[in-house]
């Protein structure tokens, strides 16, 4: 009897604990572990954060960071659909369209669908060097070579100096 009023008491001071703490400071305490790189940790916050219905911008932030999370362990079909939740939130994050792209290349997506995404990444944010990179490999893979060499040269324009190798290997430079 005495073990099960203990468990009973347990789960009500956790459930107060949680309940206590607002969206926000999941979503501060998810930041601190995405940070240490602990990632399940990061995702269960996320998902607090999530459940708690906080403003839009902390609701996609969450959303951003669970699918990052997600990303980062391999779960590439929950990271696109976190990304997706984002954009449907937010729809002006470069960063978000950019992961989104490489999940879909990580899913074997057509190079058209990331592509598309690429592009959104770059018109929200035009100095985007690793987006241009990608949207790069992307148009080469989907036989748009001349494009795809433009965007890699842009991107080692902008300081991206892995584009230089790739530059040589699929433009002839």
Not at 37 to 46: H, M, W
Not at 101 to 118: F, G, N, P, Q, V
Not at 136 to 159: F, M
Request: aromatic residues 16%.
């Amino acid at each position: 009897m005495f073990k099960k009023i203990l468990v009973l008491f347990v789960m009500v001071l956790i459930s107060a604990y949680t309940y206590s703490q607002s969206a926000a400071d999941f979503a501060r305490r998810a930041n601190s572990k995405l940070e240490l790189n602990d990632y399940r940790g990061a995702i269960d916050d996320f998902s607090s954060c999530i459940r708690l219905q906080p403003d839009f911008e902390v609701l996609y932030k969450a959303y951003f960071g669970r699918g990052f999370c997600n990303f980062q362990l391999g779960n590439y079909k929950d990271a696109k659909k976190d990304f997706d939740l984002s954009i449907r939130v937010y729809a002006n994050d470069a960063e978000v369209y950019f992961w989104r792209a490489y999940t879909k290349y990580r899913l074997k997506y057509s190079a058209s669908s990331e592509i598309a995404d690429y592009n959104r990444a770059i018109t929200l944010q035009p100095d985007y060097a690793e987006a241009y990179f990608n949207r790069g490999q992307a148009r080469i893979k989907n036989r748009q070579a001349r494009a795809g060499c433009n965007d890699l040269r842009k991107a080692y324009e902008l300081g991206f100096e892995e584009a230089h190798i790739h530059i040589r290997i699929h433009c002839g430079e």
